[in-house]
């Protein structure tokens, strides 16, 4: 298996424009997680599904971000408008079960200026 | 609130030491723990798991030790080298609605030095 795949590996965009990251999970896991990875918050969790169903999305940050997963093996995390203070890696990760461990995508680097 | 959080944020090391990262944790009902290394560029990648019903842990190189009363969890890595150098966390399912979230802590920097 390839893994958790993202993409774009690297993003830059300006303020205010609409930013798409994506992610394509393990196949079989039945449970998705979107990441923000900072210097001052570290690994913080945005949202995550189970069986492509939102479960908890009370670490989105606002109403500027939303996600969807519209089948088992596609994701997108979508920011609109983007501002500066969103830049940060996004991680997907998913796992199999609940209360297993995660496998990470190698990450989006998002940079908004 | 409660969190999962480290004692050290570097910890340096000489290739061959044993090394040790700490990890304190304050939610008494979380039931499942995990070390996660990671490297520049890269995202978490799994190294060892603990359940609450034990207290030690071994891998390869590696040992998690889990101490429920004083809510403390620690990666012991064996003959440290090179290429552990990287960023450890420790992570916590913590149970909330009937699921367990992942949640972080702030992560330990492991330099080795050759």
């Known amino acids: 298996d390839a893994g958790v795949i993202q993409s774009p590996r690297h993003e830059v965009t300006e303020m205010g424009q609409e930013v798409t990251l994506r992610c394509k999970p393990i196949?079989?896991?039945?449970?998705l997680f979107w990441y923000r990875q900072t210097m001052m918050r570290g690994l913080e969790l945005l949202i995550y599904?189970?069986?492509?169903?939102?479960?908890?999305d009370s670490g989105m940050p606002e109403d500027r971000f939303s996600a969807k997963m519209p089948n088992a093996s596609f994701s997108t995390l979508k920011i609109q408008p983007s501002e500066p203070r969103d830049s940060a890696v996004y991680f997907c990760?998913?796992?199999?079960?609940?209360?297993?461990?995660?496998?990470f995508g190698q990450g989006t680097r998002l940079t908004v200026v | 609130g409660e969190s999962v959080g480290l004692h050290l944020p570097t910890l340096s090391v000489q290739e061959g030491d044993n090394s040790i990262i700490n990890c304190a944790y304050s939610n008494s009902a979380s039931d499942y723990f995990i070390w996660y290394k990671q490297e520049s560029g890269k995202g978490p990648q799994f190294i060892i798991d603990?359940?609450?019903?034990?207290d030690k842990r071994q891998g390869q190189r590696v040992t998690v030790l889990l101490n429920k009363t004083v809510k403390h969890l620690s990666l012991q890595i064996a003959a440290t080298q090179p290429g552990d150098s990287a960023v450890y966390f420790c992570a916590e399912n913590r149970a909330t609605g009937g699921s367990y979230i992942p949640t972080f802590g702030r992560g330990t920097s492991l330099i080795v030095h050759p």
């Open positions: 603990i359940r609450s019903n034990m």
């Open positions: 990760a998913s796992s199999p079960q609940m209360n297993t461990e995660a496998f």
């Open positions: 599904f189970n069986n492509n169903v939102p479960i908890d």
């Open positions: 196949s079989g896991h039945d449970y």
